[in-house]
């Protein structure tokens, strides 16, 4: 292979950047690839203690984006960040011929493996709502999932609408609850949390912590002084400070497509694979939250990289 590269992972989150490091302990040379200016995929920019990591306790999830990129340079392992595949070519031997945009270069690789992870649903799921382009318009509005701990100033007495009835939304809700906001939860169907905190909005509910609004969905966003303005299908109307949209998220696959990679997927545009971690083409794997709504974890990110590098290992 030119450049003696063996294996191209695209994504530099926990799983291509264990997937790395496991083809570099088993003897291949991998490199990374993350069209992001700063590699660490979505954890690098998690400033919230992760309690789901056996060891790590204390860290937050930027602290571990930070050890494990600092282990794969002690390992020596190439990463090229702010870098993009721009073309991709199926060689006559089964291998692939690969262009990278910056730095400009060509390089041939046996495997490609996928791990771009998914980016949190925006705007272009409220494109129904009237007062639409004040969602990308006003710092009172907010969609990434954590965004609410950085919003400033969340006061006390303030009021606040969270959009959404998964995971994301409940825990906002739950993290605004806890610093003294009033706050709207607003559900088009049914709660689809896990069970625990599920259990923990309806308490509040039941007790007015919170204001419910199930089934309802954003019908027109209002400027009101230095407010917002919030109609709701059910004929009610929210004065809020705060709108956390928290809609879930999509896979970044899309551009598997613009390199005519067409790859077996579901419904949501996740890929599928075996359990080795192969997609419908036998050289390209997929690994990380890219692959399925339902386990998305750092945990279950580092073993989908392992057991990818494993199975890579087993082919050469």
């Known amino acids: 292979m030119s450049d003696s590269i063996h294996s191209v992972i695209l994504g530099s989150g926990p799983a291509g950047l264990n997937c790395a490091l496991w083809l570099r302990q088993l003897g291949l040379t991998p490199l990374i690839v993350d069209s992001a200016p700063a590699p660490g995929g979505s954890l690098a920019n998690m400033h919230r203690v992760n309690r789901w990591i056996l060891g790590f306790p204390d860290q937050t999830s930027h602290q571990l984006a930070h050890d494990y990129l600092d282990h794969i340079r002690r390992e020596q392992i190439r990463?090229?960040?702010?870098?993009?595949?721009?073309?991709?070519?199926l060689q006559p031997d089964g291998s692939f011929a690969l262009w990278l945009d910056s730095p400009q270069q060509q390089l041939s690789c046996r495997n490609l493996v996928i791990a771009t992870g998914i980016?949190?649903?925006?705007?272009?799921?409220?494109?129904?709502?009237?007062g639409h382009a004040l969602l990308s318009q006003r710092?009172?509005?907010?969609?990434?999932?954590?965004?609410?701990?950085?919003?400033?100033?969340?006061?006390?007495g303030q009021t606040a609408v969270v959009l959404g009835g998964g995971d994301n939304a409940c825990y906002t809700t739950a993290d605004l609850v806890n610093a003294g906001l009033t706050v709207h939860l607003v559900i088009r169907g049914k709660l689809n949390a896990r069970p625990a905190i599920r259990r923990q909005i309806e308490t509040w509910h039941s007790n007015r912590r919170i204001i419910l609004h199930r089934p309802a969905h954003l019908s027109a966003l209002r400027l009101l002084d230095r407010?917002?303005?919030?109609?709701?299908?059910?004929?009610?109307?929210?004065?809020?400070?705060?709108l956390f949209p928290r809609l879930g998220y999509t896979p970044n696959s899309a551009f598997l497509h613009q390199l005519g990679l067409n790859l077996a997927q579901n419904a949501q545009g996740y890929l599928?694979?075996?359990?080795?971690?192969q997609t419908s083409h036998p050289n390209i794997y997929a690994i990380g939250d890219i692959t399925s709504p339902w386990h998305q974890s750092v945990p279950n990110a580092l073993a989908q990289g392992a057991i990818a590098a494993q199975a890579i290992s087993e082919q050469s």
């Not at 710092?139 to 006390?156: D, R």
């Not at 599928?272 to 971690?277: A, L």
């Open 139 to 156: 710092p009172e509005v907010h969609f990434h999932p954590l965004s609410h701990l950085n919003a400033a100033p969340l006061n006390p």
């Open 79 to 89: 990463l090229h960040s702010d870098c993009q595949l721009k073309r991709c070519q």
């Open 272 to 277: 599928t694979t075996n359990h080795r971690q």
């Open 227 to 242: 407010q917002l303005a919030i109609d709701l299908s059910d004929q009610s109307t929210v004065i809020t400070d705060w």
């Open 119 to 130: 980016r949190p649903i925006g705007a272009e799921a409220l494109l129904e709502c009237t």
